[in-house]
Structure formats: structure tokens, C-alpha cells
């Protein structure tokens, strides 16, 4: 066991590169309204091992999405893109030969900007979100190769938020107004059954 466990460390020293790429494309039309969505994502992870099996990085995302619905009396066109900039800090302990469990501590801060546009240009309204978090997410990982490894997460399975939102309303009911919020939150509450898993994979140098 000794001899097993000391050739599945993550050395100090160590590089991991991981990213996710993500595109959805729907189109579909039921009772004269027609709907078409996009939306994706793209995230970049590098983290150093400052110590054997602990390793502290930093990640960057950036998630765009388009909708428009479409029906006989309006049209409506949303645009949606959120950035998102943090640290992390990752430990890992061996199972067995390859095989770790890690705990992920993730801290950082995320600007979205969205807008709702009418056809006739009333009621348009534009919101900018900024905010920062702080989020827990664990896993597990499997070295299929000497440099490559396959995860299995539960993102943010805890996560606190703080967030300020900026609303601007254009046409007969125009008006500007500001919320603050603070949240507490699970990614284990998403109804959609597997929904709450992630799947990726992470290079190590």
C-alpha cells in the first residue's frame, strides 16, 4: 500500500490544466410561437501543486446565450453573457492506485450583463449583475493516462453569494432600481436529476 500510494501523488511542483467547453442549439415551434435558443460556455483552469497533492490556481469562464420567441402579436430577443474571474485551492487524498478524492475551495467575483428587447420597443429592459463568491465543490479523479486525468464533480454543492443587480426599464413603465442580495445556495437542489454532476478532465505537467 505504501509503495501504491507514493506513486499516485500529485508532487509538488506539478501543473494542472483543465478547461470545459459547452454549445446547445434549439429550435421549436408550438401553437404559432417560435422559440430558438443558443447558448454554450468556455472555462480555463491552471493550478500549481504548492505542496504534494495541494494545488492552488486560478479559473476564468465565459458563458454567452441568445433566445427569441417569436408570436403573432411580438417578438422578444434575449442576450445574455456572463464573465466569471477566481482562485482556488484543491486537496486530494488517495484512494487507491490513480484513484483520489479532492475537496475544491473556490473564491471570485462575476459581471453578467442581460437584455430584453420588444419588438415595439416598449418595456425593454437591461440588467448588469456584479457579484462574488464563495463556493465548495468535491469530486473525484482518475489518472486514465500518466498526464491526463478524468473528473467527476458536484459543482458548488455549497456556495454563498453576494450579488447587486442593476435594472433599466425603457417605455411607459421606465424606471431604473438597484437590489442587493445575499444567497445561500446547493447545486444538489437542481430537480433535473443528473443535472447537479460534472464531467472533465485535467492535464497534469
Known sequence: MITVSSKAQIRQG???????FYYYNDKNE????????????LGLSVGK??????????????????????????SVNLHFNRYDVGVFYRQYK???????????????ASLTNQAVDHKDGYNDVK???TGAYISLTPGFSYAIFKKMQL?????????VQYIVTKYEVKGPQ???????????????????????????FRFVF
Do not use: C, H, M
Request: proline letters at 2%.
Open 49 to 74: 501543486a504548492i505542496k504534494e497533492n495541494r494545488v492552488a490556481g486560478v479559473n476564468v469562464s465565459f458563458a454567452p446565450a441568445t433566445q427569441t420567441v417569436v408570436d403573432a402579436s411580438d
Open 127 to 129: 440588467t448588469r449583475e
Open 94 to 108: 488517495v484512494l487507491a492506485k490513480d484513484l483520489y478524492f479532492f475537496a475544491q475551495l473556490g473564491a471570485g
Open 30 to 41: 408550438i401553437g404559432g410561437v417560435s422559440q430558438k435558443s443558443q447558448n454554450g460556455s
Open 174 to 200: 421606465a424606471n431604473d432600481s438597484r437590489r442587493r442580495q445575499i444567497s445561500f445556495g446547493s447545486n444538489l437542489t437542481n430537480t433535473t436529476g443528473l443535472g447537479w454532476l460534472g464531467v472533465g
Open 151 to 159: 473528473e467527476l464533480t458536484v459543482p458548488s454543492i455549497l456556495n
Open 14 to 20: 506539478s501543473v494542472l490544466v483543465g478547461g470545459q
